[in-house]
């Protein structure tokens, strides 16, 4: 399965971190459509997880409304989001859509593992102002995202 891109957004839809896995067309046209791509990410989440938390029955608890990943005819977006708020986002093609469950596991850990331990716990943090460029989060993410089976 192809990995097209990931996102990292705070609980007010700021973007935290992205980065872009698929061939790009130039970086003029990529800026630009990562832009656009951010903000339709984000807001598709937001929008869909009101949705299936009004429509989930109060019986199901806190994780009762969950929204782990979304299929359309174009790709999948998985989903994982924290207590506080914070999404991850990962968007890939439809193909191996079988690997979904260990691709919830690997967001929670890019989120347990690598952002809390290299961002959050990072001496150089200073919240709302992110510079991910000052931790080696991008580094470990690309080295863990290559190390699973379903990254290509």
């Known amino acids: 399965m192809a990995v097209h891109s990931i996102h990292i957004f705070d609980r ?5 971190f992205t980065k872009r896995y698929a061939k790009s067309q130039g ?8 832009s656009e791509q951010r903000k339709l990410v984000f807001g598709m989440l937001f929008s869909l997880r009101e949705l299936v938390g009004s429509l989930a ?9 969950a929204l782990h ?4 005819a174009a790709g999948t977006l998985h989903n994982y989001e924290t207590i506080s708020g914070m999404r991850i986002a990962l968007y890939t ?7 979904s469950p260990s691709i919830r596991t690997a967001l929670k ?4 593992e690598l952002w ?3 961002v959050l716990r990072s001496p150089l943090y200073i919240p709302n102002n ?14 863990y995202l290559g190390s699973m089976p379903w990254f290509r």
């Open 12 to 16: 007010r839809g700021k973007t935290l």
């Open 27 to 34: 970086p003029a046209e990529d800026a630009e459509q990562l």
């Open 57 to 65: 029955p109060e019986s199901a608890g806190k994780n009762g409304g």
């Open 69 to 72: 990943s979304i299929k359309t």
């Open 93 to 99: 093609d439809n193909n191996n859509i079988d690997a």
């Open 109 to 112: 850990y890019i989120y347990t």
């Open 116 to 118: 809390v331990e290299l």
């Open 130 to 143: 992110i510079d991910i460029r000052s931790t080696n989060f991008e580094q470990k993410l690309d080295a």
